[in-house]
Each structure stands twice: as C-alpha cells, then as structure tokens.
C-alpha cells in the first residue's frame, strides 16, 4: 500500500491543520474531504474534519500517528460547504477546525452517528383498512393521522394518548411504528394571503424577479408596513420551484407568534433552530433541512450554517440586529456570511429592516443591492406620532413629566395598553452615600454596581459578580446609603403607587428568564386589559402588542453621547423599534420621547423626517471622518490582569504591523492601512482584566486582510507575554 498521509482540521484554536497517518489498514480512497475521525491530539480525544489526502508530509515520519477512527463513509460535510468554511477562516483569521464546529450540530462533534437523530414514529399504512374504531381516544387518535401521516411517539403521548392505543391502531394495521428521523409537525392552517397593498405588490415584483440567482435586496420598510407578508409570497414561490428558504431572524425576534405566521401559512415542515434547543433537537433539525424534509428553516444566527441542499433564497429580518455577530470567538457576521452563502448558491438574498444598518443602506443607495421600499403602513394601521418632551427645568414625578402621565393615565382609562422602555434593569443604577459621596463599585470592573431590590443584592451587568447591599456606608459609616437613580424596578414600583387601579407589568432580563417566562407573560399581555408595561429592550424587537397605544421612551439621552461611532445609529434604530410597537391595528399610537436635549439636531431629524433621512445624515458624517462603510475595519483587542502587558502585546503589534507596511509598500507615500492606538477600552478594566484596543482602517480590504494575515502569525508565534489574551474583531460593531 502506498503511503499517504490525511490532512485534518481540529477543534483548536491554532490557525493550521495537522497530519495523521490513516487508520490500520484504510486505503487512501476510503478517505474522502468532509468526513469526521477521531484523533489523539496530546492527552485528548479529538473529532477533526478530513480535508484531504497527501502523499507526503512535512512532519517527521517518527512524529506521525496513526488516527484512531474514520466515523463517517459518505462525507458529512460536502465540498460546497467546506469551501464556505474555508472562506470563513480566511475572512475571519480564524482557525478552521473552530470555523468547522460552528457546521456541525454538538452530537456529531462528539462522535455521535446521525442515527442517533431518530425517534420511534407511527406512521400510517397506504390503504388502511376500513375498520370502526371503538374508544372514543382512538378514534381521536385516527384522526390525526388522517391529518399527518407520521406522528412521533413522544408528541403523541404529550397529547395524551397510551402506547396501547398506538398498538390497537397498529393491530387494526392502520398503522405501523418506525425508528426514523421526525418531521416538524405541519400545522398548516391553510390562512388565506392577506390581498397585497400596491407597495407590497410592486416590491413582491421587484425581488421575485431577482429569484434564481444572486442578489441581495434591502426591503426597507417602516415598522408594520407588511415586510412579512412579502416574505411569505416569496416564499411560496421559491417552495413552488421545489426549492428550501433560509429566515433568519434576531435572537428575541423569534417568538412563537412569528414561527406559528410562517406554519400556518405553508403545509410543508419548517424547521426550528435556536438557542432553546437541546442537542438531540438540534441535530434533529440540522438532518431535516439536510435530508430535505424541511422546506423552510427559521433560526438564529448560527442556523446559517445549517446545510439546505435545494436552498432558494435567504431572509434575513431585521439585519440591523446586533444579534447577527457573534461577540466572542468565531466573530463573525451572520448577515455577512449569509450573503457570501447565497452567492455561492446563486440565490437572492432579502435584508429586511425598518432601520437598515448604514453599510446595508449604502450599499442599496449605490446601486450594488436592489432597494425596495415599504413607506406606508399595511393594513389600516397608521404610523405613529413621535413627540419629544423636553424634561430641562420641569419637576418629575418618579422620572416622570407631568403632561407625560397625563398622557399616560388617558390611554389607560381608555382600556389601552402603555408601554415605558428603559434599557436599565435593576432598581437603580447606583448605591451611594449621601454623607461622603462613596459610591459602590466593583472590585473587578470599571463600573459601578446596579443595586436590585428583587431579591436584594448589588449586581455588576458587565462581569456578573453579585454581592449584598451594606446597610452603612464603608466608607464613612453613615446610614444615609441609597440608591440613586432609576431601573425597571424601581419605576415599576413607583407607577403601581402612581397607578394603582392598573397592572404593572415589568419585562427585563430578571423576570422573564426563559422562553416560556416570556410566552406566558406575552399571553397575559395579549389577553388584554389596560396595563403598564416597564421594559428593557426585550420589549423592543419583533413583538405584536395590539393594545398598546401610547409608547414612553425614558432615557432616550443615554445613546445620545456615545463614544462609540456607531453610537447614534444604534439609538436610532432602537428608538424607532421601541416606537413601532405602538399602534399596531386599528388605534393608532403616540410616542413620547423625554429629553433633556429636546433641541438635539439629530433626534430632531430622526422625529422630523424619519430613519432614512437621519441615516443619509450618518452617511455623510462616517464619509467625511472615513469610517465604515467608507472605510473597512478590524480591531486587534487585548486583555490581561497586568494592564502594563496587555498595552505592550498592542505595542509590539503596532511596531511589528507598522515595519511590515513600510518594506511592502515602500513605494508608495500613504501605507494603505491605517493604525490608530493602542488605547484602553472605554471600560478599561472588566472582570479584572485590563482592556487595549488598536484600530485597523483600510479603504481597500484586501490590504486590510493582507495585513490581518501576517498580524495573525505574529501574535501566534509571539514570545513573552503569554498572559495576554488577544483577538483580531474583523467589521466589529462597537469599539466599546
Ligand atoms: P412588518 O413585517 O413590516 O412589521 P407585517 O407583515 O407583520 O409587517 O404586517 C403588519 C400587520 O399588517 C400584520 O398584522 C399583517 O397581518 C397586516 N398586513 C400586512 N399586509 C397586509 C395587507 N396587504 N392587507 C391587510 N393587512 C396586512
Ligand atoms: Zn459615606
Ligand atoms: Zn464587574
């Protein structure tokens, strides 16, 4: 047998594949790109990715071990998707075995068969018998295969209904019982489309005509303006050609009620992906999109990895959402990478956004996306008004204006619903001492801790440690320890003082903390009845409230002064998100933003004319500084205990990456990459670690990913400072 070697992708940070020799006595053509094999790597047990097969390797012959096993004869992961992988890393400077994780579902990568994906299903036979069943609770249960024809064991019994049931139906040979992979539930409800408004139908045109190969289309339109409902025509096009649709959705805009829009309206299977998942589930449905049996896959981020082999088109809603990157390890852009995706696909992909994000709009405005626009609302809905208050000078009841709760008790007394945001949790974002001014801080943060009142502790938001409050200052031994300032809880309290003949409901991190916390409160919420609703962003995104007329936004002012670039941008969406949930059916909404900048020129114009106007006003100031999207970006972070070394790792990247510039670009005046820093994160020190940051502009990638490329390597040979820990941030979305 000749020799060879495999090369194979592990799960390791390390930015190389390694070589193995093959199991005892394979052959070279047993191995094939994409299939899995599990190695010992060191002391571990690895599952590692075939790339390919060598006939030679760089590695001393002494130094090569035979791999352990071969888990898979056809590959799991076919070329196309191992291309996308291979984009990954490069795009990312990331290390392939960790991109690969991210395409394959927990089960596998611990070894599992796909097998282990099936479940005991009762299926229903080809020409049943004409039989009179006698239970009622079998007749009950016939009918539901008369509905479906496969049922999973486990749905039926959360139903209600007995193994000795299933087995009569089966003795009547009605049925029969299987070990096979489940299918989601159809539970179409056959709804009729609603008939599509001129705008809808015109923008339905535009992209239907983009179907079938590459292109990406932003949808702007305004909140309610009935993007879903193109979505769901699109849909049915792309399902008439035989063809899968990818939606992906941000994380807390996947709610029950946007998933049941989409069942209802198709009699095929869509398939779920998010975070709420178990393993099993997750490799359920990670086979179902595979093997086909789902048509229409709704995720989160990571469902963009999912593989979808008759895949037709791409919706990504709300593609401003920050959910969309993922903040630690693979950083990458869900968004971005769904994009790349469809291109290689040769299918379109639909942006939909009521606050595009300014690199989506600039690339619709010049001419590289279509851009279809949805200005009026659908339905009968009308938009909302927006208000600014000024709060300067005006006494405040519990944060509130006056006119404010005048407002607020009108649409309450009116049976409505009112909804107050407040993007802080907690009781007061402060405990301090009258007497001598000592504030609570956290022992391993820049930042002060958020006192909470239920249960009572001091919490810090950025690094989680928790401790109780002093019932005397430390400091000066006062009683005088208060909290200061206002979160959820505390204007919760205040409004049930306040308003006390109605609900007051508070929608935070802290009181709905599972999925299912959320859908009962939503439940409650919808079921209707005047109420107050306090909330955080949660509240923001996604959510139909159809009782909520009157929207306040508190502390609007917050985002105002960002040190972030992205800053305003990020209000903007927020604020305009907040409001859409106003008004949403037949009663049209009021928002009231309080202010103590009421004269804020750009809160202004985003009240006067609108997000797309305040956004061309975005465009102009990001062109004039040459920030993204005029400018591409990546930030090199470093953290450490020792704030001298982690400025130092920077340092030595900045000389290093400022030589390199030099000797390749000798020739000309400007290096084409420009360095900014190192300087300290705005919150310097976080969970004990102090926080550097150098900036990387370019104005063309490809010397940006040049440079990141040979960055890389240094920062991965580099001696010393082995306590820092560092990560390159290609496209971040805040510099924070
Ligand atoms: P968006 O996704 O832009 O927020 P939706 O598609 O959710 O908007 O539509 C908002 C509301 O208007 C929904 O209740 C939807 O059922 C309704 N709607 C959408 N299009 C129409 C239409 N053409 N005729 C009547 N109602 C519509
Ligand atoms: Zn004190
Ligand atoms: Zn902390």
């Not at 619709?364 to 009026?376: D, I, N, Q």
């Not at 107050?420 to 001598?436: E, H, K, S, T, Y």
């Not at 804020?600 to 797309?612: F, I, S, W």
Request: glycine residues 6%; proline residues 6%; contains cysteine.
């Amino acid at each position: 047998m000749s020799f060879f070697v495999v090369d194979i992708a592990l799960p390791l940070p390390l930015r190389r594949t390694f070589d193995y020799l093959p199991a005892d006595g394979e052959a070279r053509e047993q191995y094939r790109p994409g299939q899995r094999v599990r190695v010992e790597f060191g002391r571990q047990l690895l599952t590692g990715v075939v790339l390919a097969t060598r006939d030679h390797s760089d590695v001393p012959p002494k130094k090569l071990r035979p791999l352990l096993q071969r888990l898979d004869d056809a590959p799991l992961i076919d070329a196309s998707s191992l291309a996308l992988c291979q984009w990954l890393a490069g795009y990312y400077h990331h290390s392939m075995g960790e991109v690969l994780e991210h395409m394959i579902p927990t089960m596998l990568r611990r070894g599992s068969s796909l097998a282990e994906a099936d479940e005991r299903v009762w299926i229903k036979n080809q020409a049943p018998p004409a039989v009179t069943l006698r239970g009622s609770k079998q007749q009950a249960l016939w009918r539901l295969f008369e509905e479906q024809d496969e049922w999973p064991h486990s749905e039926l019994t959360s139903q209600g209904f007995t193994l000795a049931q299933m087995r009569s139906l089966a003795d009547a040979g009605l049925i029969r019982e299987q070990q096979k992979l489940p299918l989601p539930t159809v539970i179409s409800e056959r709804q009729k489309f609603h008939t599509l408004n001129a705008q809808q139908q015109e923008v339905l045109r535009q992209i239907s005509a983009e179907l079938g190969h590459f292109r990406p289309c932003l949808l702007e339109g305004v909140t309610g303006s009935g993007k879903t409902e193109v979505y769901l025509r699109l849909i049915e096009k792309v399902l008439e050609q035989g063809q899968q649709a990818l939606v992906l959705v941000p994380e807390i805009g996947l709610t029950p009620q946007t998933v049941r829009r989409f069942q209802a309206r198709f009699d095929v299977p869509v398939a779920l992906l998010h975070s709420g998942l178990n393993d099993r589930e997750r490799l359920q449905g990670w086979r179902q999109c595979r093997e086909g049996g789902a048509r229409i896959l709704i995720g989160t981020r990571s469902a963009v990895f999912t593989p979808l082999p008759d895949l037709g088109l791409i919706i990504i809603d709300e593609e401003h959402d920050a959910s969309f990157k993922q903040q630690d390890g693979l950083r990458y852009s869900a968004r971005d990478f769904a994009l790349v995706r469809a291109q290689k696909a040769g299918v379109p992909v639909v942006l939909g956004s009521a606050t595009p994000s300014l690199e989506t709009l600039h690339n619709a405005l010049s001419g590289k996306y279509l851009h279809a626009k949805l200005t009026l609302r659908a339905g009968n809905a009308r938009a909302p008004g927006m208000k600014l208050h000024s709060i300067l000078h005006q006494p405040l009841t519990a944060g509130f204006a006056q006119p404010v709760l005048a407002q607020m008790q009108k649409h309450l007394s009116n049976g409505k619903q009112v909804l107050v945001f407040i993007n802080r949790r907690g009781f007061a974002p402060l405990l301090a001492c009258r007497d001598c001014g000592w504030m609570a801080e956290c022992r391993r943060c820049d930042a002060r801790m958020t006192l909470h009142h239920y249960p009572p502790h001091l919490h810090c938001h950025h690094c989680d440690f928790q401790q109780g409050i002093p019932a005397i200052c430390p400091n000066c031994g006062s009683e005088h320890v208060e909290g200061v300032g206002q979160g959820t809880e505390k204007i919760q309290d205040q409004l049930s003082d306040l308003f006390p003949a109605f609900p007051v409901r508070r929608v935070d991190r802290d009181t709905v903390r599972t999925k299912q916390a959320f859908d009962n409160l939503y439940d409650d919420i919808h079921d209707g009845g005047p109420c107050i609703l306090v909330g955080t962003q949660m509240l923001a995104k996604g959510h139909h409230f159809p009782d909520v007329t009157l929207v306040v936004i508190l502390d609007a002012d917050a985002g105002l002064f960002s040190a972030d670039f992205r800053g305003m941008e990020h209000s903007a969406q927020l604020i305009c998100q907040v409001a859409g949930r106003a008004g949403r059916e037949d009663s049209p909404g009021e928002v009231w933003i309080q202010t103590l900048y009421a004269d804020h020129p750009q809160l202004n114009l985003l009240l006067d004319d609108g997000y797309h106007a305040l956004a061309l006003a975005l465009l102009q100031e990001r062109q004039s500084q040459q920030l993204p999207p005029y400018s591409h970006m990546a930030l090199l972070r470093s953290e450490c205990e020792d704030r001298g070394q982690a400025q130092q790792l920077l340092q030595q990247a900045r000389a290093f990456m400022q030589q390199w510039l030099q000797q390749e670009h000798s020739h000309r005046h400007v290096t084409p990459v420009t360095l900014l820093g190192p300087f300290p994160a705005i919150m310097e020190r976080r969970a004990g670690r102090f926080r550097f940051q150098l900036q990387l502009y370019a104005e063309e990638r490809r010397a940006l990913h040049r440079l990141a490329d040979v960055l890389v390597q240094f920062l991965e040979n580099h001696k010393g400072l082995n306590k820092v820990r560092w990560h390159l941030d290609i496209d971040p979305l805040d510099t924070l």
